[in-house]
Nanobody
Framework: QVQLVESGGGLVQAGGSLRLSCAAS????????MGWYRQAPGKQRELVAA???????NYADSVKGRFTISRDNAKNTVYLQMNSLKPEDTAVYYC?????????????WGQGTQVTVSS
C-alpha cells in the first residue's frame, strides 16, 4: 500500500509563514509529479503548486512569489514553504503524488492538513 502523510499545518497571523511537508511511503517504484492542492469551505479544490521529478515547478497565480514548492526525491517528500500568508490562503491543504507502485499507476492523496490565517 501507498500512503501520503502531511504535516505542518496550523494557525498563523497574516504575514506569517508555515512549511508543509508530505512524505510518501509504501511499495513505490517511482514518483513523477508531486503537488499541493487546497480546498476552502464552499469552494472547489484547486492546484496550489506542483513539481516534477526533474524539478520543474508550476504555481497558481495567487501564490506566485509567496509560496515555494520543493522535493527530496531520496525521501519521497515534497515541501511547501508558504510566506506572506493572507487570510484567503485559509483552507485544507492536500498533498498529491502521481506515482507507480507495486500495484498500480495513478494519483494518491494525503489526508489533508488545515491552514488557518487570521487577519
Amino acid at each position: 500500500q501507498v500512503q501520503l502523510v502531511e504535516s505542518g499545518g496550523g494557525l498563523v497571523q497574516a504575514g506569517g509563514s508555515l512549511r508543509l511537508s508530505c512524505a510518501a511511503s509504501g511499495s513505490i517504484f517511482s514518483i513523477n509529479a508531486m503537488g499541493w492542492y487546497r480546498q476552502a469551505p464552499g469552494k472547489q479544490r484547486e492546484l496550489v503548486a506542483a513539481i516534477t521529478s526533474g524539478g520543474s515547478t508550476n504555481y497558481a497565480d495567487s501564490v506566485k512569489g509567496r509560496f515555494t514548492i520543493s522535493r527530496d526525491n531520496a525521501k519521497n517528500t515534497v515541501y511547501l514553504q508558504m510566506n506572506s500568508l493572507k487570510p484567503e490562503d485559509t483552507a485544507v491543504y492536500y498533498c498529491n503524488a502521481h506515482l507507480i507502485s507495486a500495484y498500480d499507476l495513478g494519483d494518491y492523496w494525503g489526508q489533508g492538513t488545515q491552514v488557518t490565517v487570521s487577519s
